[in-house]
């Protein structure tokens, strides 16, 4: 019995080429030389890098030249520009006509003071007005009639003038007929003398009495004139119990309450004009310096910008801070309340044509004097030199060009590396 093989089911295959053996091989070498063309300057990179970050993290703006505006932001409390307080003039009680709130207008009356002390002094000093104006009528009167005594004087002197001169010439003519004696004579010439005299002194007299009676009246006025003015006064308090508003606006606080006893120059109310408002800030005292009265400022309300100016500028430091107002240029926006907060912007200094980039975190890692410039996925540490600063830029004077990239976020991550790989 003969037994079968496998013989039957045996085929010849045919001896394969070594033809596509090369030519897988010369494909994977071309792949390879192509993966290592891309790959090697990656590797290259990250070979020459001191450490690796990703980009993700990182904040990159561009370098770019511009008009340079430094400025500075703060937040600005709305007040009145306008608030007179209004203060007792005398001791009394108070009676408002008003209350906290209501709208009021110039001169109207707001309280009343009552005293009586103050009165009765004015009523007092009136009373002593009327008595010196009597006083001076009454020198008047007096001025007159001593004139006219002095006048009575002088022309009785002149009567006897003329009476002691026509004696003279009888005296002259009767002496020249030997009619008299020498005696008698002589009698005459002294008569005519003494007459003279006599209207001289009259005369002289009645000239002093004039200039003194009219002194006598200056001082009577002088002294009218001083009452007078102390009237006046004692009738500008008493009218001054009446506390008028000084402006159109508002009530604001009541100090004291209704029907209370005030004393003098006390606190009493303010009245608040509505009509021009100002804003109140809080510099950094780092600022105070680069500040100056009359600077341009912006004040943002509800997306519009209004413009305005610095106006004021304290001249000490508290708690770190300046304090200043801002005066809008025009007229008020609309809309405005006290104590209202408004972001203002005060323009501080403004260049043309200024390489500059955006603010960031790295001007405090590497304080101003280092970036690290981006190139190729490379961050790389260079040395710069930057000039003023705004609240958007910092204007760059060394170490960058037009275009150049650079890291403007936090680079204290870095701690320090001359080469950082980025990666995605």
Known sequence: MKIADTSAQDTILAQKSNKSMYVIGGVIAVALIVAAIYIFPSFNRWANSD?????????????????FVRDLSVQGRVVAAVSPRLYSTAQGTITFNVDAGDTVAVEQVLAVIDSPELKNQLQQEESSQ????????RQRIQSKKQALENQ?????????????????????????????????????????ENAKLEYQHAVADADLNKESLVFEIQTRELQLNRQSLLVKELSRKVDELNLRSPVNGIVGNLAVQQKNQVSANQAILSVVDLSVFELELQIPESYADDLAIGMAAEV??????????????????ENNQVTGRVRFTGQSPAGLRQNQRLTTRIL??????????????FLESG????????????AER??????ARSLADVQILKGLNVGDSIIISSTEQFRGAQSVLLTN
């Open 51 to 67: 450490t690796t970050v990703s980009s993700e993290r990182l904040r990159i703006a561009q370098v770019t030249r511009g008009d």
């Open 130 to 137: 009327q008595e010196l104006s009597m006083e001076l009528d």
């Open 152 to 192: 009575k004087a002088v022309d009785l002197a002149r009567v006897r003038l003329t009476a002691a001169e026509r004696e003279k010439r009888r005296a002259d003519k009767a002496y020249e007929s030997k009619s008299i004696s020498q005696i008698d004579f002589e009698k005459a010439q002294d008569d005519l």
């Open 300 to 317: 943002n309300l509800n997306g519009e910008t209004h413009l305005a100016r610095l106006v004021t500028l304290s001249p000490e430091i």
């Open 348 to 361: 501080l200094e403004s260049k043309e044509d200024v390489l500059m980039v955006k603010r960031g975190q």
């Open 367 to 378: 304080n101003g004097r280092f970036a690290y410039k981006v190139k190729d996925g490379v």
């Open 382 to 387: 260079v040395a710069i030199e930057t000039g």
